[in-house]
């Protein structure tokens, strides 16, 4: 990024490789990344399972099964319902593991992946499909149809009707008024979980861009300053990563057990 002032260097960093136009544009480095660290899960799970041993486990081995038997207790203590809880485990697990792994990426260099896309003729990319609103607001959607599904699922469709309609009120007459409010509180859930990890990812990745500015500075104080900066702000920058992966399946965990749990009305 020679030649280019700070602003240049900091919009570079924040912008999209897309394609399209308006609505149906598509991030595509977002979708790569989201595609790459997905399957990247699956592989590391899938290796895991195929090599189980019984006897002495090796050290991944042991901190998958650490893994598992931690979330499986989360899920335990939130979630009631044997045969549901079940599928709710996997679940968490996946949500968990996937998203420390999207965040995971923002640990990398800032300048890294960029200028290896641009010797392969890519002139923008951003690695983090978490500091993207269009994925975060994705998987939020994700959880959104889950909880419809886990509230028919144990109330029926008469049951799920009634849970939005004669709820808190229960008379026919606010039938519009209980709508509106359980209605506002279902949306407000994915979108309170979108924003949160896309605000907490698109903050740290923008300080990462900030700290790398000073390497460009023409005084060598700025410069050197930004070496401990950068290594203070990425440990600290891990625990980020792990809260926000573990708040994220936390509250997708609870939406359903609130949806599934729920006293019928």
């Known amino acids: 990024m020679a030649g280019h002032t700070t602003a240049d260097y900091i919009g570079h960093h924040l912008t999209f490789l897309t394609t399209g136009q308006g609505f149906w544009n598509v991030n595509l480095d977002t979708l790569f990344f989201s595609l790459i ?5 699956l592989f590391l799970f899938y290796r895991v399972a195929t090599k189980i041993t019984t006897g002495v486990p090796n050290k991944f081995q042991c901190l998958v099964e650490i893994l598992v038997e931690w979330i499986d207790g989360i899920v335990k203590e939130n979630f009631h319902g044997n045969f549901i809880r079940y599928q709710i485990g996997p679940l968490a697990l996946t949500v968990f593991c996937w998203v420390f792994v999207i965040n995971a990426i923002d ?7 960029p200028q290896f896309a641009r010797l392969l003729g890519i002139n923008y990319l951003r690695a983090v499909p978490s500091a993207d609103i269009n994925a975060t607001l994705g998987m939020s959607i994700g959880v959104f149809f889950l909880i419809i599904f886990y509230t028919i699922k144990s109330k029926g469709l008469t049951g799920f009707a009634k849970e939005y309609t004669l709820h808190p009120f229960n008379h026919w007459i606010f039938i519009p008024v209980n709508f509106i409010l359980e209605a506002v509180t279902l949306v407000a859930k994915p979108i309170s979980l979108a924003f949160r990890l896309f605000g907490n ?25 930004g070496i401990p900066l950068h290594l203070i702000w990425a440990i600290f920058h891990i625990l980020v990563i792990t809260l926000q992966a573990f708040i994220f399946m936390m509250l ?8 599934y749990n729920k006293t019928q009305h």
């Open 37 to 41: 660290t997905g399957f990247f899960v």
């Open 107 to 113: 640990l990398i260099p800032v300048d890294f992946l």
């Open 201 to 225: 990812m698109y903050a740290g990745e923008l300080i990462f861009v900030l700290i790398a500015v000073m390497y460009m500075a023409n005084s060598i104080v700025p410069q050197l300053l």
């Open 252 to 259: 997708t965990v609870v939406y359903l057990s609130i949806a």
